[in-house]
T-cell receptor, first 111, second 113 residues
Framework: EAGVAQSPRYKIIEKRQSVAFWCNPISGHATLYWYQQILGQGPKLLIQFQNNGVVDDSQLPKDRFSAERLKGVDSTLKIQPAKLEDSAVYLC?????????FGSGTRLTVV | AQSVSQHNHHVILSEAASLELGCNYSYGGTVNLFWYVQYPGQHLQLLLKYFSGDPLVKGIKGFEAEFIKSKFSFNLRKPSVQWSDTAEYFCAVTLTGANNLFFGTGTRLTVIP
């Protein structure tokens, strides 16, 4: 089966600019997650969707981060404005029951 | 607070050495446990998982892990490592009834040929 697709793979922006990441999960996977992985740390959940509804966004910095999942399929994660500490890899994952599949991530560098 | 601890930050082994990576969690309820591997430049891949039953779990590539409930541990083992096992290893936990994965900070394994 096709994996979780993410784009872009890399992005370099200046602080205070905005950026958006895209994720296409595995077909049929109802649950979609966005994780932030800062260098030297484990992935941390930002937001979890069940179909197109938000299940958990308690760790999402809502003053600058936003996410949506249109029609319960693709999802976008946006940062506006970006800060230096947002430099990280942003991982998308999808799951069906208890099987999780991760995308390759988007490496964001904020300068 | 709930957490997942991986005490070994960087482990360096020679080929054919045995491996054990520690993972401890601090959740009061029933948990599901996972080990993921991340090779350089690649996405997270599942090595093995434990939901219930036999606490000794066999995974891919010769890895295994043992769930010891009394110690809140789920250590990863491999009897003989290879250079190709060089990667970052993450322990993760979900609470039964919840889907969100909580990850440890990871252990970087370097295998010297």
């Amino acid at each position: 089966e096709a994996g979780v697709a993410q784009s872009p793979r890399y992005k370099i922006i200046e602080k205070r600019q905005s950026v958006a990441f895209w994720c296409n999960p595995i077909s049929g996977h109802a649950t979609l997650y966005w994780y932030q992985q800062i260098l030297g740390q484990g992935p941390k959940l930002l937001i979890q969707f069940q179909n197109n509804g938000v299940v958990d966004d308690s760790q999402l910095p809502k003053d600058r981060f936003s996410a949506e999942r249109l029609k319960g399929v693709d999802s976008t994660l946006k940062i506006q404005p970006a800060k230096l500490e947002d430099s990280a890899v942003y991982l998308c994952a999808s799951s069906l029951e208890r099987g999780y599949t991760f995308g390759s991530g988007t490496r964001l560098t904020v300068v | 607070a709930q957490s997942v601890s991986q005490h070994n930050h960087h482990v360096i082994l020679s080929e054919a050495a045995s491996l054990e990576l520690g993972c401890n969690y601090s959740y009061g309820g029933t948990v599901n446990l996972f080990w993921y591997v991340q090779y350089p430049g690649q996405h997270l891949q599942l090595l093995l998982k434990y939901f219930s039953g036999d606490p000794l779990v066999k995974g891919i590539k010769g890895f295994e892990a043992e769930f010891i409930k009394s110690k809140f541990s789920f250590n990863l083992r491999k009897p003989s490592v290879q250079w190709s096992d060089t990667a970052e290893y993450f322990c993760a936990v979900t609470l039964t009834g919840a889907n969100n994965l909580f990850f440890g900070t990871g252990t970087r394994l370097t295998v010297i040929p």
